[in-house]
């Protein structure tokens, strides 16, 4: 019964320190959230693609009934 509660706390307990051995290092700072971001895209580029052209398309369609309508 000890096993199953030793094992989660070693996990933390690496991730604890390796947060803060990567954190007390004044040369590598966090990544910003726009560079997490481009990686994730770079990672998921079909479904980034498929969003950017979703979008283009939606706002070119209001652009254009928006012309429409006011002409």
């Given at each position: 019964?000890?096993?199953?509660?030793?094992?989660?706390?070693?996990?933390?307990?690496?991730?604890?320190?390796?947060?803060?051995?990567?954190?007390?290092?004044?040369?590598e700072p966090?990544?910003?959230?726009?560079?997490?971001?481009?990686?994730?895209?770079?990672?998921?580029?079909?479904?980034s693609l498929?969003?950017?052209?979703?979008?283009?398309v939606g706002?070119?369609?209001?652009?254009?009934?928006?012309?429409?309508?006011?002409?």
């Amino acid at each position: 019964m000890s096993q199953p509660s030793s094992p989660p706390t070693e996990p933390e307990q690496s991730l604890q320190e390796s947060t803060t051995v990567s954190g007390s290092t004044p040369t590598e700072p966090k990544p910003s959230y726009v560079k997490l971001a481009m990686r994730n895209m770079v990672r998921k580029r079909g479904k980034s693609l498929q969003h950017f052209f979703l979008t283009s398309v939606g706002l070119l369609a209001i652009l254009v009934g928006l012309a429409y309508l006011t002409h």
